[in-house]
């Protein structure tokens, strides 16, 4: 298994990254995968608009884990992701238009023989922001997309989605007027995840009913909830307090706002943490129990179990 490390916040950057770990060079503004990692290649274009682009199209030999960690400038990245396995099983959680943004980890596994395609596009907060200026509930919408991040945004891959991609993936230097194109085709993909994500949220009459002091309040909350798994998470009272409400209004609106109640969702990210350090074939599962302040491994193993359906020594070849 192959594992790559990521910390950026442009792709110019990331591009120089992918060529030091597949140990390559980069030619006009490409990454060729050598023959013992896989076929294709990862392109780098910066666009009039402002945006880069990283259009991947290969195939992998090796199971690969893409590991992002956090930083602390703010970009949003649509990831645009079509991944086959060799079964032809599109699977769907992979298969999907996500919106990310590069003050959050993330993983994302890739099986040996799959084949990738993805256009992942990057921009700032402010082309965001002028961009959704002009929509109704521009406020809640802006909202919506601040706290829902961190969990991320999935949208299915229709046809429509595909066939833009498929046209960006076929575009080369014997394109007529290739950066046009590209910019136009990216512009549209781009346009349509927002476009879909204001309908539903219009259709569904989405609101966040919390008022913006509550809103710092909860960020502050979830950044303490999960600054350190190594000990038993704070108590509801000590996090109501730190929120200036009462424990049940607290536990309300985070569910409302994240998703799940406070302790699940503190579990959620707990066990994903989990999940990437046995990756990253860096640690024993020994090691990544008490580092996640379990005591008793049979406990870390059920509770890694119950969110995986796998026991930690099944993972990918894991040290014991």
Known sequence: MQNFNFTYNNF??????????????????????PEQSGKG??????????????????????????????????????????????????????????LANTSFDWIFYVKKGAQINSIHVLFTK????????GEKKVDY????????????????????????????????????????????????????????????????????KVSDDDLKRLVLVEEELLKDFSIPPPGI???????????????IIFRDIYGLPIYQYFQKHRMNRAKAMLISQKYTVKEVGFELGYTNLSNFAKAFKKSFDQLPSDLFEVKT
């Not at 290739?178 to 609101?207: G, P, W």
């Not at 009272?237 to 929120?243: E, F, H, S, V, Y």
């Open 126 to 133: 402010e082309w965001l922001n002028n961009f959704l200026d």
């Open 41 to 98: 290649s990862i392109c780098y274009y910066q666009l009039n608009n402002g945006f880069q682009v990283l259009v991947n199209n290969f195939s992998v030999f090796n199971d690969i884990t893409f590991q992002h960690q956090k930083t602390n400038e703010e970009f949003f990245i649509l990831r645009l992701d079509e991944i086959v396995t060799q079964e032809e099983i599109d699977d769907e959680s992979k298969s999907a238009a996500v």
């Open 237 to 251: 009272p000590k996090l109501a307090r730190m929120a200036a409400m009462s424990p049940s209004k607290l536990k």
């Open 141 to 208: 919408i802006k909202k919506y997309l601040s706290l829902k991040l961190a969990t991320f945004n999935y949208e299915s891959l229709d046809a429509e989605y595909k066939r833009l991609m498929k046209e960006v993936l076929l575009c080369n230097d014997k394109t007529p007027l290739k950066l046009l194109v590209l910019q136009n085709r990216i512009m549209l993909l781009v346009e349509r995840f927002f476009t879909r994500m204001i309908l539903k949220i219009n259709d569904n009459s989405f609101e966040v």
């Open 12 to 33: 110019e950057e990331l591009l120089k990254q992918y060529a030091k770990s597949f140990n390559v060079r980069i030619k006009d503004k490409a990454v060729i995968l």
